[in-house]
């Protein structure tokens, strides 16, 4: 296979005004693009030309960082773009709502652990919601890294890179996580991916 990188899913200032068209250019079009064009070099007689993009992740973690660090990201960035929408954010859907209660005791307290996950990301990197042994938890990897690689099937991540919020929100990274959980999260994917780990 090779890396290509995916359209998004909406216009470019559909997510005004929590996250910017410029945001969006830049990050879409110049960073995603930036790990597709090096992942598609580093793939390159590195062996895991056959793979799909999952097993890739997996078999370089620890053993090609280059390889490993592009096709994360390329992994992280292809799910990011559509855990966003345009009215997104608020109550998840039924079946997802129930299970985070069920890991987390209430729908707040996983807002605030997600939230802190993020927040304590020293550097840059991703906050997660995870399905590992059948049950939901938040997670925090560095750079390009991403639950695959622990055993954890991620529903839920958020881009916590300087490049993803600092045109909006500068150095405010807890509001931008805040305005991502209330106003841009896309659930129904969420609630896809959920019942695909779970099934
Ligand atoms: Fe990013």
Avoid: C
């Amino acid at each position: 296979m090779s890396f290509t990188l995916p359209p998004l899913p909406y216009a470019y200032d559909a997510l005004q005004p929590y996250m910017s068209k410029e945001t969006l250019e830049y990050h879409h079009d110049k960073h995603h693009q930036a790990y597709v064009t090096a992942g598609n070099n580093l793939l390159k007689d590195s062996g895991l030309e056959g793979k799909t993009l999952e097993e890739i992740v997996k078999e370089s973690y620890g053993k090609n960082a280059g390889l490993f660090n592009n096709a994360g990201q390329h992994y992280n960035h292809s799910h990011f773009w559509p855990w966003l929408k345009p009215n997104g954010g608020g109550a998840a859907p039924g079946v997802v709502e129930k299970a985070i209660v069920d890991a987390f005791g209430s729908f707040e307290k996983f807002k605030e652990d997600f939230v802190q996950a993020g927040v304590t990301q020293f550097g840059s990197g991703w906050a997660w919601l995870v399905v590992k042994d059948g049950k939901l938890a938040v997670a925090k990897t560095p750079n390009g890294e991403n639950p695959l690689v622990h055993g954890a099937v991620p529903v839920l991540g958020v881009d916590v890179w300087e490049h993803s919020y600092y045109i909006d929100y500068r150095n405010r990274r807890p509001d931008y996580l805040k305005a991502f959980l209330d106003h841009l999260v896309n659930w129904e994917y969420v609630e896809e991916l959920y019942t695909k780990a779970t099934a």
